[in-house]
Structure formats: structure tokens, C-alpha cells
């Protein structure tokens, strides 16, 4: 009688264990597969101007040039469409940097929501790239911006609980 009941854990556990493979097989098909940033075509044709010469005298070796990132989406039932456009990929390093250069009608408040904003579709769009260089053209400056894991359980110094 007790092989029996060794026979029927084993089969409940190895029940259990396809289960949770099949699910976790079904999950990993159906989730979408993110831009490599490696398979990105660049642009060729890259055009002289004061940005290239700031982030060539800061050690960035540009690659591409303006590109244009299509996009569309679907809402109630009708297609809307919408582009982003990247001045520049630059690369340090090994590792590779989409470029926005500043607009004199834009000017950037340099706060966590205005950040948000204005750059996360762009690191969102190529998760494989190191971060976004923001090229001050007034001040002469290149701001490096990453999105970083967050681990904290405060948002503005009060607990969500």
C-alpha cells in the first residue's frame, strides 16, 4: 500500500509540472518579441552639423543618421498614425545611443516628469541601446539619460500601502 501512495505523488507532481511548463511554454510564445537595437537599419547619410562636432569632441562615434520610426495604432476601430524621428545613433565604447538634439521652440525642464515625456517612447522603442544623449546646442552640452530599474516601494516619500 505505501508504493501506491509514492505512485500517486510522483504522478500528481509530474501532472503539475507539465501543467506549469505547457503555461509557461504558452506565455513565453505569446509574448512580443522587443526591437533588437543590433537589427536596427541606420541611416547612411549622416549631415553635418553642430550636434555631430560636440559629440565627436566628446568620444561618440556617430553611425546613423536622422531616421524615421513609423507607427500606427488602432483606436476605436479606426487606424491612427504617428512617427518619431531620431537625429542621430551614436555609439561609445560598444555601446550605442540614440540622439535628440535640442529645439529652440522645445526647451527641456530637466524634471523626472518632463524626462518621462518627451524620451520614454524612445527608450522603450529600442530597449537593446545604452541610453538617449540629449544635445544642448545653446549650452554646449550632452545629457545621458537611461531608464533604470526602480526598487523602492515609495513614490514622493509616502509609503503606497
Known amino acids: 500500500m505505501e508504493g501506491q501512495y509514492d505512485t500517486i505523488v510522483i504522478g500528481v507532481f509530474a501532472v503539475c509540472l507539465i501543467v506549469w511548463l505547457f503555461l509557461g511554454l504558452r506565455s513565453w510564445l505569446n509574448r512580443p518579441i ?9 541611416n547612411e547619410n549622416i549631415q553635418d552639423s553642430p550636434a555631430l562636432t560636440l559629440l565627436e569632441a566628446n568620444g561618440y562615434d556617430v553611425i546613423g543618421g536622422k531616421m524615421k520610426v513609423p507607427l500606427a495604432f488602432e483606436a476605436d476601430n479606426s487606424v491612427l498614425y504617428s512617427r518619431l524621428f531620431i537625429d542621430y545613433v551614436a555609439e561609445r565604447q560598444d555601446a550605442r545611443y540614440l ?3 535640442s529645439r529652440r521652440r522645445q526647451p527641456l525642464e530637466r524634471s523626472g516628469p518632463a524626462i518621462r515625456d518627451r524620451f520614454l517612447p524612445y ?19 550632452i545629457m545621458v539619460i537611461r531608464l533604470i530599474d526602480y526598487q523602492e516601494d515609495v513614490y514622493d516619500g509616502e509609503d503606497l500601502d
Request: hydrophobic share 40%; aromatic share 10%; proline share 6%.
Open 123 to 141: 527608450l522603450l522603442l529600442y530597449p537593446g541601446c545604452e541610453g538617449l544623449l540629449y544635445v544642448d546646442l545653446d549650452d554646449s552640452d
Open 34 to 42: 522587443p526591437v533588437s537595437f543590433a537589427e536596427l537599419r541606420l
Open 99 to 101: 540622439v535628440k538634439t
